[in-house]
């Protein structure tokens, strides 16, 4: 009976994928990855059984009427026709394959309603690699998480007390979900919301992981104003560090005492 597990390769291969994980991409029937990092590719081709990159099917936006949806759901698909098949399935995915990775929750999702077996496997995720690159602790002050067009287009509460992750920055604003980048207007627009709350002279980052050996960490120190001419890629993260210190919630504090001196008293 046809099995699925979808893995993470990290984002920089070497050192960055579980022994488990390795496993499932060695000894599974046919591997599937969406991977990017041609080295990660090239790996994946030399250890796999069968070793089938759907990467191609990102073409579909080309097509009138097709979006991103459209495309992660044939990808889906894709994977899940092997699954039907009866065939040990691996999918692979760049980082954690469940961050910003839909492709590998449907395919779960649609697996296990039919009957077969399927489940994920964690992976190192661009977070993982911003705490380390960065000296960013999220347990310090909290840490708030959003995908940056969600940011522009709902009514989100932030917390300038603490740090916030702006995922996918270099499409921002981008209601068609056919393209793959943004422009200087579209970042206007998400800055204007963001001066809300911060001051446009407010100190925020771009930040890059390195995906393999020679490529270099970006860890770029930008003014928020100047944000709209930044140069971005699609997987460029902005990075707001805290602007304010945490306030005490004076009334829970004066509970908490009044507990510990009940405590104390008994």
Known sequence: MGKLVCVGTGLRMAGQLTPLSKSYIESFDVVFAAVPNMFTREWLKGVAKNYVCILDHYDDAQLDGKNRRDTYRRMADTILAEVRAGKKVCAAFYGHPGIFACISHMAIKDARAEGFEAHMEPGISALDCLVAD????????????MEATQFMIFERVID?????????????????????????????????????????????ILYEAATHALEQTRAEKIRLGDLPSASLKQHTTL????????????????????????????
């Open 160 to 204: 300038p007390s603490a740090l916030f992750v702006v995922w996918q920055i270099g499409i921002a604003g981008d209601l068609t979900l056919k393209r793959y980048d943004t422009e200087p207007a579209h970042l206007q627009i998400i800055v204007n919301k963001l001066a809300r709350t911060y001051s446009l002279d407010h100190e925020v």
């Open 239 to 266: 990075v707001i560090p805290a602007a304010q210190s945490m306030q005490y919630d004076e009334d829970i504090m004066h509970q908490l005492k009044e507990l510990e001196r009940l405590r104390a008293a008994a």
């Open 134 to 145: 960065l000296g960013i602790d999220p347990g310090n002050n909290g840490m708030i998480s």
